[in-house]
């Protein structure tokens, strides 16, 4: 078979799992209400298109990327977030305009970030009166010189901000696995921006779940394969996954379902996992299985459920969707 068919082949391949009811699936369970899984499974088959080196990454990876850019709300479409190939790891950036629009959904306005050169005019203190700032550009002539690069933001009645130089954000720079390669070579201004942006978006009210996945973007770490697991970790220890090896998996087939891999996870963790990311407390939902589906009385952890009724653990994080949206709407009720 020649190069040419195999990348045909494989590009239907990747397309079929992107686009498979198991994906979709989870990436559902964290989508905010803007965003469908159609949506998002469309945008990253483009993705995946205009990046052909995304094909030799791990499926497991390049779901686990889908999933945080699901969970921030952000579909993958090379403007406001980057899945960009790290070996056979895929690896999420965030771009300084994907911050600015997460930043603008919770309420922080007149958002504008840029960077300063030598022969720009500028001028940035802070007064008892609040934040003076004077940034100038004679396009004229050369600008010279990037040394600093600024984001500023309007706090209530007034502007707020942050100025990072060029030496802290190659500090920042020489901390990343992809210092060397990718946009900090190709774009570094506009690396420099989402650096300044993104200290300043830990000044911003952002969702905690928004923010967690900002979190694991920013904290990436090439992974062995091996220990790569699904955002919800339904795992029973650090280095056990909820499907085996991508390999044995045929390119195209979703992934396994949790009948086929029932005797090697623990769905405690996943459940956990999606009640931190549904905002329900471990309580309330054991509260509303006793409740609502005949759970017994004197289980009361998930780790207990886990041990004595395993299959009914099972079964709700199988059902999760339609349970969420009963637990939803009693707290609406004030239940």
Partial sequence: MSNEIQTVSAK???????????????????????????????????????????????QESLLQALMICSQ?????DGRLIHLIPYGD???????WKGLVVLAKRNGVANISADIVCENDEFEFMRTSEGLTFKHV???R???????????????????????????????????SKASGSGPWVTDYNEMAKKTVVRRSSKKWPLDPEVDDAINQADGFVAPKPETIKPIFGVVESPAAVIAPEVDDIPMGEPLPTPETVAKTINY?????????????????????MRSAHGWDDSLSTLEEVADIAPSKLKAAYEDWTHILDELKK??????
């Avoid at 239907?12 to 998002?40: G, Y």
Wanted: glycine share 8%; proline share 5%; net charge positive.
């Fill in 72 to 76: 921030i709300g952000l579909p993958p």
């Fill in 268 to 288: 405690s963790n996943g459940i956990r996992g999606l009640l931190a990311i549904g905002k329900i407390t471990e309580a309330e939902f054991l509260d509303f």
């Fill in 137 to 139: 550009v004679n396009y």
């Fill in 12 to 58: 239907r391949d990747i397309r079929a799992f992107i686009q498979s009811d198991a994906v979709k699936q989870q990436m559902a369970m964290v989508l905010p209400k803007h965003l469908t899984p159609d949506n998002m499974a469309r945008v990253a088959c483009t993705a995946v298109l205009k990046t052909p080196k995304l094909l030799q990454c791990k």
């Fill in 141 to 175: 002539k050369p600008r010279g010189e990037m040394f600093a690069a600024y984001c500023i933001w309007k706090d209530g009645d007034q502007f707020d901000g942050e100025v990072m130089t060029k030496e802290e954000i190659d500090g920042i720079r020489k901390r």
């Fill in 89 to 95: 790891v895929v690896q999420v950036i965030i771009d």
């Fill in 330 to 335: 009693l707290k609406a009720k004030g239940v």
